[in-house]
């Protein structure tokens, strides 16, 4: 295992400036949930960039109420394209909103969903983790879907990459990996950039760290089937070998949603093959991933990640 560069210390007095970014569109349904649980944080952002994505629904007054009543809030509209465009077209909404702060007034920026159910502590515990470990780059808590009967399902995600609806990022570690991919997959990608540019990526379960999604994750486009194509088509994209991804589906295939899930990911990746689709060229993250993925099949990704944060941190400490 190598990596390419080394993080900078982080300043040794903390900073609790965060940005969230959100680009939703026709969320009426979940929105406000969102917006109450995260105006209710202890250490609330210092600014809310919101891109409505052409919403048709009751979105736009429900954003706008919330907007009249807390300064930190700020509304981006764009015009509506027809339909809800996941993968590129988030990201797309995402650089957006982007374009109108100065990262340079923020120590985190977070690219933040509008269909979650927030913790009351939950940034304020993902700063006291970052503030703890000068190594951590990207950090995220873990999913849960809240079943019918109350109880909380956690949406299967490995340790090694934060959670696609809430990427939060010291402003210095998205500098350096360059920011988000503007393709399906972008959230796979950018935790392996992580690794690769000197930086530690992860997940974790605690208190104040579960965070409830509102709907099921990969259901945003149409249907799970659809959510489950259009996730092999960006393990293929994001140049995922053939075998890792046969390993992937097997293991999906014996979770929520049964069966389904596994082979809608195996189609879409044998789909993208078949018809030759765009793969992501980068050579120092191909390099990274396939090892990473031959690593996890031989020992496990727990223990190839703690393999490869260990190396960051004695790169970090030889520095």
Known sequence: MSTTS???????????????????RNEAKFIRKTLETTTAQTVPPARWVIVDDGSTDETPQILAEFAERFDYIQVVKRQDRGARAVGPGVIEAFYEGLSTIDLEDYDYVCKYDGDLEMPLRYFETVMEH????????????????????????????????????????????????????????????DGHVCRARGWIARSMDGNHLRIIHLRPMGSSQQNIWIGRIRWGRGK?????????????????????????????????????????????????????????????LFFGRKRTLKRYEDEIRANYERS
């Open 6 to 24: 080394t993080p900078e210390p982080h300043a040794t007095t903390p900073s609790r400036r965060y940005c969230l970014i959100t680009p939703c």
């Open 130 to 189: 970052m503030e703890a470990d000068p190594y951590l780059g990207n950090l995220s808590g873990k999913l849960f879907e809240r079943l019918p009967d109350g109880t909380l399902f956690e949406e299967p995600m490995g340790d090694e990459n934060a959670v696609g609806p809430v990427k939060f990022y010291r402003v210095q570690c998205f500098r350096d990996i360059g920011g988000f991919v503007r393709e399906v997959a972008w959230d796979g990608i």
């Open 236 to 296: 293929y994209f994001m140049g995922s070998r053939w075998y890792y991804v046969a390993a992937a589906s097997a293991y999906r295939a014996m979770q929520r949603p049964w069966v389904v899930g596994g082979v809608g990911i195996a189609y879409g990746y044998a789909k993208a093959a078949a018809t030759r689709h765009e793969r992501y060229e980068d050579q120092e993250y191909l390099h990274h991933l396939h090892r990473f993925e031959r690593e996890s």
